[in-house]
């Protein structure tokens, strides 16, 4: 009887690509925007109805300024302990700040490896890679900021587990 050839591993937890900053910045930035530009009108139409005090619109930029620095640490953390890890039996994720996740799929179970790429993603040369599990609805698990070639040989990788079950 033949033992089964090892399955291909990441050789312990290996970080996302660090040019995902940059992404989450950029996404956040857009979504503060538009916030920004609903909340000045907001307050414009206030301050013209003699509503709020003049030196309200000396506060919301700082205000703004605020969100953004703390925004950006954020960022940085949330890179800093973004984690994943190929075993021979599961994909382990390792993220979250104040939540702190650990998501454990067995390789087993991996029925398909979706790889997408936003406009903000591709700018920056990254992918996302999404994991289906048997028996699930929806993505069971996301690996964002990978390189599209670290996103096909984790997919390979995967690949390989089924057809070592078929």
Not at 25 to 44: D, K
């Amino acid at each position: 009887m033949e033992s089964p050839t090892p399955r291909q591993t990441t050789n312990g937890p290996q970080p996302i690509h660090p040019a995902i900053r940059k992404v989450w910045l950029f996404s956040n930035l857009i979504s503060y925007a538009i916030i920004a530009v609903i909340t000045s009108a907001v307050e414009w139409g206030l301050i013209k109805g003699d509503i709020l005090p003049w030196s309200f619109p000396i506060a919301m930029p700082l205000f703004w300024l605020g969100i953004g620095v703390l925004s950006a640490s954020l960022v940085k953390r949330q890179w800093e302990v973004w984690r994943y890890e190929i075993t021979d039996q599961e994909v382990i994720l390792r993220h979250g700040i104040w939540n702190q996740i650990q998501r454990f799929v067995p390789r087993d179970r991996v029925q398909h490896v979706d790889i997408t790429s936003g406009p903000i993603a591709r700018k920056f040369g990254l992918v996302h890679v999404h994991l289906y599990v048997a028996g699930a609805h929806g993505s069971v698990g996301e690996i964002p900021g990978l390189t599209p070639d670290e996103a096909e040989e984790l997919r390979k990788m995967l690949v390989e587990t089924q057809a070592d079950h078929v």
